[in-house]
C-alpha cells in the first residue's frame, strides 16, 4: 500500500484545513487507517483512526470535537478535517494503514510521507 498526504499548510489560529490522504492498491476497505503527527523535538503521536467501513472512529483527546476523519473507500481515500485549529497543532501529519482491524495494538504497517501543518498565532 502506498500513501500520499495532501493539503498541508500555513493557516492562523482558529482556522480550520482537510487533509487528504490517497491509497494505492484495490483492497483500500480491508485497512484501518489513521492519522498521526510528530512535532519538532516530540514523540510522534496518535490523532485519529478509522475502522475499514468508517463506521468507528477514534480521537486523540486533544483533538477531540475540533478533527474529524473520515473515508471514502470508492476513491481510496481518508480525511481529516481539522477545525478551530490551535498553534499546538503545529505537527508533520503523516497518514498510516494496517490490515488488523480498528482495535489493534502496536504500530501499523505503511506510512505516508507526511504533510505539514503549521499554526500561527
Known amino acids: 500500500v502506498q500513501l500520499v498526504e495532501s493539503w498541508g499548510g500555513l493557516v492562523q489560529a482558529g482556522g480550520s484545513l482537510r487533509l487528504s490522504c490517497a491509497a494505492s492498491?484495490?483492497?483500500?476497505?480491508?485497512?484501518?487507517m489513521g492519522w498521526l503527527r510528530q512535532a519538532p523535538g516530540k514523540e510522534r503521536e496518535f490523532v485519529a483512526r478509522?475502522?475499514?467501513?468508517?463506521?468507528?472512529?477514534l480521537y486523540a483527546d486533544s483533538v477531540k470535537g475540533r478533527f474529524t476523519m473520515s473515508r471514502d473507500n470508492a476513491k481510496n481515500t481518508v480525511y481529516l478535517q481539522m477545525n478551530s485549529l490551535k498553534p499546538e497543532d503545529t505537527a508533520a501529519y503523516y497518514c498510516?494503514?494496517?490490515?488488523?482491524?480498528?482495535?489493534?495494538?502496536?504500530?501499523?504497517?505503511?506510512w505516508g510521507q507526511g504533510t505539514q501543518v503549521t499554526v500561527s498565532s
Open positions: 478509522i475502522s475499514f467501513s468508517g463506521a468507528i472512529t
Open positions: 498510516a494503514a494496517t490490515s488488523r482491524d480498528w482495535k489493534f495494538l502496536g504500530d501499523y504497517d505503511y
Open positions: 492498491g484495490r483492497t483500500f476497505s480491508t485497512y484501518t
